[in-house]
């Protein structure tokens, strides 16, 4: 989407921290945007902010772990804007712990944030950009955590590489319907994403008895993060440039190639082993993959 100019923005997580950072960015590029947020106070609040920038801007209360909420909140943006070519499905949170200690309402209240609102978010507005014939653009929020895998992160990382993985595979469907893709995977940038928990409702996962960290321990490294206004720029060029993997932190090539060449080794080894040498000479079977020779269906 090269001209954003006069184009419609619809921003999950707009509220606060990236979410926001993008709203600004597009704002910026000449497109109204929708922010959808969980919370009300730093939603208008977040609104007014745009519109003190001469951004046309509008809020509406959603909860992307409801399908039904999102597609109202979608509705509600046909109605003030009447066409929606970028959606960021950005809305997250963050939880983990040691390996048993982990609630399973915590896991479900994470994978149903970070990981079906993706889904909603995919599966509401693709026939909403289809259906205006002039493109879009979707920007869904994964992170390094999608890519490498810190300990006592498993819940969280599970949901970012699901959002990527998913994301890799629409982005084929979605390139000869004219609709780009960007998978957005920063590291550590200073927003509330430690405080998550604000968003964690009872009603639907149960009472928080987890017990909070002690006073001394170590301040989250999300405070010392990068300034998400930086990751909101990064992604406006990158919706301008249809980049599919949009990094703000180069400083981790060095871990992810760490372990894309574990990976790699690992099929070298799978060549050399005594337990598969009797195993007949295979190709590749069509999948639908980027690159591939044969079969591919969406390149
Ligand atoms: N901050 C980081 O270090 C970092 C790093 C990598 C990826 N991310 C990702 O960036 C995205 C934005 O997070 P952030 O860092 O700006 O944190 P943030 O807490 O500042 O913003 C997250 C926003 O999502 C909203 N939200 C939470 N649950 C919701 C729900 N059910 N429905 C609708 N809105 C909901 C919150 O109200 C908040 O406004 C998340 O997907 C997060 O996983 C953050």
Redesign the pocket.
Known sequence: MQDLKGKVAFI?????????AMARALGREGMSVML????TQ?LQLAVDELRAAQVKAEGVV????RRDSLRAAALETLARFGKVHVVCN?????AGGMLGQVPERDWNWVI???LY?VVHGMEIFTPLMLSHGEGGHFVN?????GLVSPAGMEP?CAT?YAVLGMSEGWAQQLAPQGIGMSI??????????H??R??RTEAAYGHDDRTPPPADAPPSP?LS?ID?QAVGNRVAEAVKANELYVFTHPEFKAVTAARFDRILAAFDSAAASPALSALPKREMPGLNLPGQQTGAVFE
């Open positions: 999950t997580g707009g509220a606060s921290g990236i979410g926001l959808a947020d969980i919370e730093p959603a909860d992307v772990t950005n809305a997250g949170v963050g149903d944030v970070n609102g929020t994964a992170s390094m955590a969280y970012k957005l995977c920063p590291g550590f940038v200073k927003t509330r994403i405080e998550s604000r968003n999300v993060g998400p």
